[in-house]
Structure formats: structure tokens, C-alpha cells
């Protein structure tokens, strides 16, 4: 029993609400619950909060519409790899969405625990450690499309800024696109009925 005057033992895992401590060196896919997934994502700002209306933008809403824009691109993508879509950020319950210049000035020991997390979340739910590279790749786009609506919506950008720095959607299907921030709740249950509809395919 530790005294007040004694060092305590670093903790390197997280308790989830679910009652799983996941160990954030060593993931476990036994400690990934899908509902904590959604609690934390539906939870965490996309932005640093820097958007705006009444409700950050979540990473929840952000995966969703990763999914959706992916689906828009390509109709026929199969369940899984829309699947792996929607999980693309599922790291980021544990560890938090970190902006892309932060991320890139921390390097790969950051890099190294989003794989190792992103993989045990993959190996939960059916889906292989690494993806293929032509689905990688596809989500990389839906991402991009992504961040282009949140910039241009959400985050202050113009679109001649927002040009600079993330990839303009173009066609048809990406036409209509409109954002508007969900509460925490109302977007953990659209994240969550989604992953029902996909994970049962």
C-alpha cells in the first residue's frame, strides 16, 4: 500500500466508463468496447473547439461524415472497408484529436501509439491490422473532403484559404453537404447506429 510519502507506479492505462482499463501501450482488443468508443469520440472536438454554433463538431460527427463522403465516392465500397471508415479516428477516444501541425511536430512516437490502438480496434471488430493501400487511400480522400467541409463550414476558413491546405470535393454527389454540430448524445447515437448498421454487414 502506497503512503503519501511514496512514488506511486505510472499508470499507462485508461479506465472506461464500460468498466475496461485499456492499457494504451499494449491494447488489448478485449478491453475495446464500441460504446466507449462513441461516449469518448462524441466527446472530443474536432478543431480544438475552434468552430462554430452551439455544439463543437465531434470526431463522432467527423467519422460519420468520413463514412458518408467515402460511401459518395465510390456506392459500391464494401461494408468493411465503410466499416474501417468510420473507426479511421477510433483512437482518439483514448488519446484525443490532436490538429495535424501538433501531430506532425510530435512525430512517430505519437504516430506509433495511434497504430497500435487503431489496430487492436481493428482486430475487435473483424477487420485486419492494416488495411489494404486502395482503401487506406480512399479514406485518406473522404478525409480530406471531410476537413474541407468542416474548414470551409465550421472553421472559419474561406475557400480560397481552405484551397491551401485540404482538397476541394468536386461532383455531383458531394454537392448539398451541410453541417450543422449535433450534442454529445444525439451524435454517440448517430455513431452508434451507424456502426450497427455497418457492423452487421
Sequence with gaps: MATLSSP????AWQRMLSGRRLDLLDPSPLDVEIEDIAHGLSRVAR???QTEGANPFSVAEHSLLVE??????APRTDTRWRLAALLHD??????????????????GDYKALEDRLLAAVHRRFGL??????RVTKAIKRADRAAAWFEATQLA?????????FFTE????????IALDPMTPDQAKAAFLKRFAVLGAG
Design 169 to 176: 470535393p468536386r461532383g455531383k454527389a458531394m454537392a448539398g
Design 128 to 133: 485486419p491490422d492494416t488495411l489494404p493501400d
Design 8 to 11: 506511486l507506479q505510472p499508470r
Design 47 to 49: 478543431w480544438n473547439g
Design 90 to 107: 477510433a483512437p482518439e477516444y483514448v488519446i484525443g484529436d490532436l490538429i495535424s501541425p501538433f501531430k506532425a511536430m510530435v512525430g
Design 68 to 73: 458518408r463522403l467515402m460511401g459518395l465516392a
Design 156 to 164: 472559419g476558413f474561406s475557400k480560397d484559404e481552405a484551397r491551401q
